[in-house]
T-cell receptor, first 117, second 118 residues
Framework: AQKVTQAQTEISVVEKEDVTLDCVYE???????LFWYKQPPSGELVFLIR??????QNEISGRYSWNFQKSTSSFNFTITASQVVDSAVYFC??????????????FGTGTRLTIIP | DTAVSQTPKYLVTQMGNDKSIKCEQN?????MYWYKQDSKKFLKIMFS???????INETVPNRFSPKSPDKAHLNLHINSLELGDSAVYFC?????????????????FGPGTRLTVT
């Protein structure tokens, strides 16, 4: 079964601290894609990153970095020097092939991150 | 320019009514989706259309009927609204066809429609 687990329901850190959001996935596919989305208090969903299963290189984008490890089925997200604007719910997601051959996205339950000024 | 837009943003209605939510994307994408986000923030796909063709139809009550007049629009019509339909509904679009053979692309989401059924 395809599954995404975000065990951290809520995290609070003081501004400028680093924070890591965990994501663990389960899939039987050998080819799959992982995503992170941000949902700020305004409610929209913002795409952050897509990573395919064959690319285990870590990625850095400004203060954001992602650590993909197939050995532990994890795709963790780290925010360095956090800012109040980082306060949001963050979703990890996994794409998989359904029984009908089409592609679907399954989301984790999200981690609510609060940055305390 | 809004990439994926939805109307209305808020919808308050009584049980038993019929309502529609409209979605439009100007990204030139071929595939569009409807998701439901419940009060616990859980996101679940409802439907997916590729070039006006239905390709995903999850276990959703048949009171929900999507309609795609063209590939830039995917509307959601809900009949006989129930209290449990209260949620935020998101429209999304992506470049892919919905089949991995064509590539897997990120989905871009609209701002959401908060539906409250009283």
């Amino acid at each position: 079964a395809q599954k995404v687990t975000q065990a951290q329901t809520e995290i609070s850190v003081v501004e400028k601290e680093d924070v890591t959001l965990d994501c663990v996935y389960e899939t039987r596919d050998t080819t799959y894609y992982l995503f992170w989305y941000k949902q700020p208090p305004s409610g929209e969903l913002v795409f952050l990153i897509r990573r395919n299963s064959f690319d285990e290189q870590n990625e850095i984008s400004g203060r954001y970095s992602w650590n993909f490890q197939k050995s532990t089925s994890s795709f963790n997200f780290t925010i360095t020097a956090s800012q109040v604007v980082d306060s949001a719910v963050y979703f990890c997601a996994l794409s998989f092939i359904s029984n009908f051959g089409n592609e679907k996205l399954t989301f984790g339950t999200g981690t609510r991150l609060t940055i305390i000024p | 320019d809004t990439a994926v837009s939805q109307t209305p943003k808020y919808l308050v209605t009584q049980m038993g009514n019929d309502k529609s939510i409209k979605c439009e994307q100007n990204l030139g994408h071929d595939t569009m989706y409807w998701y439901k986000q419940d009060s616990k923030k859980f996101l679940k796909i409802m439907f997916s259309y590729n070039n006006k063709e239905l390709i995903i139809n999850e276990t959703v009550p048949n009171r929900f009927s999507p309609k795609s007049p063209d590939k830039a629009h995917l509307n959601l019509h809900i009949n006989s609204l129930e209290l449990g339909d209260s949620a935020v509904y998101f429209c999304a679009s992506s470049q892919g066809t919905g089949y991995r053979t064509s590539g897997t692309y990120e989905q871009y989401f609209g701002p959401g429609t908060r539906l409250t059924v009283t």
